[in-house]
């Protein structure tokens, strides 16, 4: 039930979608007349500022910078016991329309993982990745990923793989299942950069103290300074959006350990 809502909610509540339901009411209330009119040049206005905000100013990457500043790289370790990877690199839409795997801009990911995973072959390995879609459920992220590995020469025997999770907090919660880590193990934990904090706080609710090892950074380059463009405005801002919002509701439903977990 938590997984269809949240869907449902995410989709009244990104930032582009809210920008333009404000655009069109305020354009459809302007048409009625009298007192509706003012009220609709209100609407429109403020959605017109959004959108010249989004373009023009790095809301998005504004919202993004604590997210990723949160949790610094570490250092590298002597020793790992395991290392857990969380799913959201592919698309299985694409893979499955045209046969090959189909990675997604957070493939750094992938790649970390497997670095990782070669210079601690000791290390145990676990990939956490069902399907996040309310259609297209057999469509399995974890599948992707390992024949993205077998192409690079990856040994996928070594790894355990997830298959069955919906969203981060199932994506720990299985993974820790299969895991079971032990007291004083040291697993990693690798996703991208503005999800780690919300990915820890779950693994602290369990009671899995992972070394967060952040990938797939957004911010630090060329912020703000690049070509002027709505779309990619807008997604950068639904993106810090949705992981904003996915904190305040893990913690309302107690997945995480503190609104905004830090190191």
Request: hydrophobic share 45%; aromatic share 8%; glycine share 12%.
């Amino acid at each position: 039930m938590a997984f269809l809502a949240s869907k449902i909610l995410w989709t009244l509540a990104q930032p582009g979608n809210l920008l333009l339901a404000a655009l069109v009411s305020g354009i459809l209330l302007s048409a009625l007349g009298g007192g509706a009119r003012r009220w609709g040049r209100v609407l429109s206005t403020a959605a017109a500022l959004g959108l010249i905000g989004a373009t023009f100013l790095p809301l998005g990457s504004w919202a993004l910078q604590p997210l990723e500043r949160r949790f610094p790289q570490p250092q590298a370790p002597e020793r790992l016991d395991g290392i857990l990877l969380l799913g959201g690199m592919v698309d299985q839409f694409l893979t499955a329309a045209h046969g090959q795997p189909a990675l997604t801009d957070a493939a750094e990911r992938l790649v970390e993982f497997s670095d990782l995973a070669r210079r601690h072959p000791e290390a145990r390995l676990v990939i956490a990745g069902g399907s996040g879609y309310l259609r297209g459920q057999e469509l399995k992220e974890g599948p992707v990923i390992a024949e993205a590995l077998r192409r690079m020469g990856f040994a996928v025997e070594r790894i355990a793989f997830e298959t069955e999770s919906r969203n981060t907090h199932e994506n720990i919660r299985n993974a820790f299942a299969i895991a079971r880590p032990q007291p004083g193990e040291r697993w990693a934990l690798v996703t991208s950069a503005f999800h780690m904090p919300r990915a820890v706080g779950i693994a602290r609710v369990l009671g899995w103290p992972v070394i967060p090892w952040p990938v797939d950074y957004r911010t630090g380059g060329m912020d703000g300074f690049g070509p002027a463009s709505l779309s990619g405005g807008l997604r950068r801002l639904d993106m810090a959006a949705r992981e904003w919002c996915g904190l305040a509701g893990y913690r309302m439903l107690g997945w995480t350990n503190a609104l905004f977990p830090a190191p």
